[in-house]
């Protein structure tokens, strides 16, 4: 027993003597990356004994206002500005760059925007490129209107005031035109029928196509039979009747009355647009 108790501490002071002497051999927990080879063998040139890697140590090679003037990385020679490190709020190396993972790294740099200053970290463009394709380039908005730091690609929200006055009405900057036949259809703007704020369901102005006044302020499927609106029919209701339509447009001389709103535009039959007008002065008749 009383040789354990001398042997204990005999032993604990060699190893920490072999420590001190051969740190590299005993404790390196990895090869430093390509940058601080010349201190593969000088862990003190990092690390302080029981205190890590103190931020002096890393600022006395690495000046904040440096930082990436010199580096050989083509990444970092691309940035739009090498020198946010003057904007960090915690002065904290070891915050984002780890050494010990291999002369050449594959893994990149952990970052949280949140050790920027709140003037910086607003303003993504102080250390981002503005994407320049034509959605972007249309829009007047900062980044983080519709992106988040935890995940860029992911969009949480997106306001269309934010879209450039002669572009907001160019819908399909962005969006694809439906290639349904309904659609196909239709030349006027998407916000004719749709709104920015809630696309569906669509607003539709019907009476630009035929009025629904009197008795024709009815259900849909009575002239869009199984809810097909890409086409329509008069023959819903008991007094249009194919016979009865035939006969009355016959003795008016008109042959072609197959696309009715084409010529009325109302249940009112003195509302007869210019098409209609055209073929009953073809057949002789007189709007008096």
């Not at 010199?70 to 490190?85: A, R």
């Not at 050790?115 to 007047?140: F, R, Y």
């Not at 072609?256 to 008749?285: M, W, Y």
Request: net charge negative; charged share 20%; hydrophobic share 30%.
């Amino acid at each position: 027993m009383n040789k354990l108790m001398i042997a204990g501490p005999a032993i604990l002071v060699a190893i920490s003597l072999l420590i001190i002497k051969f740190p590299h051999t005993l404790i390196n927990p990895g090869e430093l990356s390509n940058g601080h080879q010349k201190f593969n063998n000088d862990c003190f040139s990092c690390h302080t004994p029981f205190q890590g890697v103190p931020n002096a140590k890393c600022i006395s090679c690495h000046q904040l206002d440096e930082i990436g003037l010199k580096s050989d990385s083509i990444d970092v020679l691309l940035s739009k500005n090498i020198s946010f490190h003057k904007a960090l709020t915690r002065q904290n190396c070891t915050a984002c760059h780890l050494d010990h993972q291999g002369i050449f790294p594959d893994q990149k740099l952990t970052f949280e925007h949140t050790l920027l200053d709140p003037i910086t970290v607003q303003n993504c463009l102080n250390c981002h490129q503005k994407q320049e394709d034509v959605l972007h380039s249309a829009l007047a908005g900062t980044c983080n209107s519709c992106h988040n730091f935890e995940n860029w690609k992911t969009i949480t929200r997106f306001d269309h005031e934010m879209i450039n006055k002669d572009q907001s009405q160019n819908c399909l900057i962005c969006h694809q035109k439906p290639k349904d036949k309904l659609h196909s259809r239709i030349v006027t703007n998407c916000l004719s029928c749709h709104s920015v704020t809630k696309w569906k369901p669509a607003t539709f102005e019907h009476s630009l196509y035929f009025v629904l006044d009197q008795d024709h302020n009815t259900d849909c499927i009575v002239c869009h039979k199984n809810n097909n609106f890409e086409t329509y029919t008069c023959y819903g209701c008991h007094e249009h009747t194919p016979s009865n339509i035939a006969s009355k447009h016959k003795e008016e001389g008109i042959t072609d009355f197959n696309q009715c709103v084409r010529c009325h535009k109302s249940a009112d039959e003195d509302n007869i647009s210019n098409e209609g007008r055209s073929k009953k002065k073809d057949n002789g008749e007189d709007d008096n």
